[in-house]
């Protein structure tokens, strides 16, 4: 080779080994770390490095901060303001595999929800209301009798600071010991769900749960209370909401009593920011007055009635659009029909969803009217009726017939002697066919129920659902009159008139 070709060659081949020993130089000396995928957003709630709150915030809630001062932080319906008080709100990304995300949901940011439930059932109930209920509300703060982190979401212990001398040789404070012996253990605690210790348990909550609520959330001009199995209908919430003033001291729900009235706790109720600060934050120690009565109570939303009831503010009867039914046990009627609905219970995490679903669905074929109990019949019941299916249960309940006892062998039904019924009547107990003519005989009679020797007629329309008994020789027989439920469907013309707000006591 001639020597200036060599030496260009070995030229190039310093140049070359220089090169690749400056990368390596670079590779192994750069102090920037490597920088993978971009991490979640942290959800409000999570990774909270105290056990209990401390109720006091450490910015103002909707402020961050910016150079060591706090900003405001703009939110809109669809996500969460932020908060970096210890009780931690729900989140409001995405909701995932729901129809129509968030969008179209209504403004929220006056309104904090408070959903109680009890930790035995919390990892069961509260994941689903992740991505349902409070996935695109502003604010939200769970309730439970242990401090707990569920699927990230901070769950405050309510009763962390209820006084000793009300625990002390009380059975009813038996379950709160066990959960915290759970808790710092690790253990599952739905096995300590069986037995009636947890609705003994649950009635203290109530009034700590009003207070921490007011604690961590004074100004708020909303609270809206309901339980991990209800569900809530946002944009009816909205237009009620819209209607009445926050500033007035108002309590709001479906009326039970017992020697007050009172709002039923599952069902859900509202009470005003006015309200808020007349009863609880001009009383921050309404524990120390409450606390000892409650063992003497069947239920602690009585306590919340009492509380609230003491400042002169009494309940605004919001029947039936707060409702303790749920879409398979509605009775619809004309009570149950034209109504707005804004929310219903006793349902179960998949009832959750599909309600959801429901309302997304509207929105996604573009229905923006005031969802009423109609459409719930339309939607989940009326599909599903057929004249008669056996093992089912339709909650018939208005009229009984069954056999007299022998030692009254004229016992009286509904002010007439078994002697005085028709024999249609008296016949229904005797078998499913003979309970359906009764019920044609009946001009107020939508369904009927036969099971063992026992014929029930109903005034309304429930679907139920099935009921099978292990061992039982006897069978559950339920049917309905299409043809009578098909006229009242025809007369009711699709609620003309449009939703009717007016609000009553059961």
């Known amino acids: 080779m001639p020597s200036g070709r060599r030496d260009i060659t070995i030229f190039a081949t310093v140049i070359f080994v220089i090169i690749l020993l400056l990368s390596f130089r670079s590779i192994f000396t750069d102090n920037t770390p490597w920088r993978g995928p971009a991490p979640a957003a942290p959800t409000s709630g999570s990774g909270n490095p105290k056990s209990q709150p401390t109720g006091q915030p450490e910015v103002p809630p909707n402020k961050e901060e910016e150079n060591g001062k706090p900003v405001e932080v703009k939110t809109t319906s669809s996500t969460t303001s932020t908060s970096s008080i210890q009780a931690p709100s729900a989140t409001s990304a995405e909701p995932l595999g729901v129809i129509g995300s968030c969008e179209g949901f209504p403004d929220t940011k006056d309104i904090l929800v408070v959903m109680k439930t009890g930790a035995t059932e919390a990892y069961d109930k509260l994941p689903i209301h992740f991505l349902t209920t409070l996935s695109c509300n502003n604010d939200s703060i769970l309730f439970s009798d242990m401090d707990m982190n569920v699927a990230g979401h901070h769950v405050i212990d309510s009763l962390d600071e209820i006084a000793d001398e009300i625990m002390k040789d009380n059975s009813d404070f038996d379950l709160y010991k066990q959960l915290q012996e759970y808790h710092d253990l690790h253990e599952d605690p739905r096995p300590l769900k069986l037995g009636s210790n947890g609705w003994n348990l649950d009635k203290y909550k109530f009034i700590h749960m009003l207070l921490k609520t007011y604690k961590y959330r004074p100004d708020v001009p909303w609270y809206v209370f309901i339980e991990a199995d209800t569900a809530l209908i946002w944009d009816n919430l909205r237009t009620f909401l819209d209607e009445n003033k926050s500033t007035e001291p108002l309590y709001i729900g479906s009326p039970t009593y017992l020697d007050i009235e009172f709002a039923h706790g599952g069902t859900g109720y509202i009470i005003s920011g006015a309200a808020m600060k007349k009863a609880v934050g001009d009383h921050m120690d309404i524990d120390k007055k409450y606390d000892k009565d409650v063992h003497g109570i069947c239920c602690g939303d009585a306590m919340i009635g009492r509380v609230l009831l003491d400042e002169d503010i009494r309940l605004t009867k919001a029947w039936p659009i707060f409702n303790g039914e749920k879409p398979l046990t509605l009775p619809f009627s004309k009570s149950h029909w034209c109504q707005p609905v804004i929310t219903m219970h006793h349902l179960t995490a998949q009832e959750v969803s599909q309600v959801w679903n429901f309302e997304k669905e509207r929105k996604a074929n573009g229905t923006t009217t005031t969802l009423m109990f109609m459409e719930i019949f339309e939607y989940f019941v ?116 449009g939703p009717d707000w007016t609000v009553r006591g059961i």
């Not at 009286?412 to 002697?417: D, E, I, L, T, V």
């Not at 249609?424 to 003519?437: D, Q």
């Not at 005034?459 to 061992?471: I, N, P, T, W």
Request: net charge negative.
């Open 382 to 497: 009326h599909p599903n009726l057929n004249p008669n299916r056996t093992d089912w249960n339709n909650l018939s309940n208005d009229i009984h017939y069954t056999p007299p006892p022998d030692n009254e062998p004229d016992k009286s039904y509904y002010g007439r002697k078994w002697s005085e019924l028709t024999d249609t009547e008296r016949a229904s107990i005797e078998s499913p066919e003979n309970c359906l003519k009764a019920c044609e005989a009946n001009s107020e009679c939508f369904q009927w129920l036969h099971h063992d020797r026992e014929c029930v007629l109903h005034r309304s329309v429930s679907l139920g659902g099935s009921q099978k008994q292990a061992g039982s020789s006897t069978s559950w027989t339920s049917g309905w009159m299409i043809e009578k439920i098909e006229e009242f469907r025809a007369e009711m013309k699709n609620c003309p008139d």
